[in-house]
């Protein structure tokens, strides 16, 4: 079974603050790490899709590393805006022809102004 | 371009009812999936295609459950004889590739709620 665990489960920070959480999925036969942000009554938006280890990758931001012999991503926002309030949701597959995604249960950003 | 549609956003039925969701993927995209969303929860795999053909259905709860995607494009997924705790969001997704690497676009969703 494939367990994808996300922390901290919610965080509040003030605007301007920069942030991060952490994303831990098993490294064994890893292939694919996502991050999604989902803002509520909402689809989740894709933010980005990982593949190799050290991998580093921005947008704007918000950017994020990938760890896959110790089984962990770290997502970081900088420079915290309200906007930025949503629910960040980290999903891995495993294998090219199993790509069914296991999301973790997601870190809840609020940004207060 | 036009993003993944779902129809009906909003659904209620009696328990015992049969219901179908039906998803429109991103014209082109090869892969199509079905997932399960609780309240503050991430989604959770339910099944998914690619083309016509069902790849993986194992996240199916049941034999209720079925999905159908007969011409590669459109897709039905049909819940038969609803439970009440068969309410939740339904999404719908889809890739350009069937592979791990590739972003999946996700629909607005369906919100069921048996009563």
């Not at chain 1, 900088?78 to 973790?104: H, I, M, W």
């Not at chain 2, 014209?27 to 991430?42: D, F, I, M, P």
Request: hydrophobic share 30%.
């Amino acid at each position: 079974i494939l367990n994808v665990e996300q922390s901290p489960q919610s965080l509040h920070v003030q605007e301007g603050d920069s942030t991060n959480f952490t994303c831990s999925f098993p490294s064994s036969n890893f292939y694919a790490l996502h991050w999604y942000r989902w803002e509520t009554a909402k689809s989740p938006e894709a933010l980005f899709v990982m593949t190799l280890n050290g991998d580093e990758k921005k947008k704007g931001r918000i950017s994020a590393t990938l760890n896959t012999k110790e089984g962990y991503s770290y997502l970081y926002i900088k420079g915290s805006q309200p906007e930025d309030s949503a629910t960040y949701l980290c999903a891995s597959t495993r294998g090219p022809g199993n790509t069914p995604l296991v999301f973790g249960k997601g870190t809840r950003l609020s940004v207060i102004a | 371009g036009a993003g993944v549609s779902q129809s009906p956003r909003y659904k209620v039925t009696k328990r015992g009812q049969d219901v179908a969701l039906r998803c429109d993927p991103i014209s082109g995209h090869v892969s199509l999936y079905w997932y399960r969303q609780a309240l503050g929860q991430g989604p959770e795999f339910l099944t998914y295609f690619n083309y016509e053909a069902q790849q993986d259905k194992s996240g199916l709860p049941n034999d209720r459950f079925s999905a159908e995607r007969p011409e590669g494009s459109i897709s039905t997924l049909t819940i038969q004889r609803t439970e009440q705790r068969d309410s939740a969001m339904y999404r719908c997704a889809s890739s350009l590739e069937g592979t791990g690497h590739c972003e999946q676009y996700f629909g607005p969703g369906t919100r069921l709620t048996v009563t």
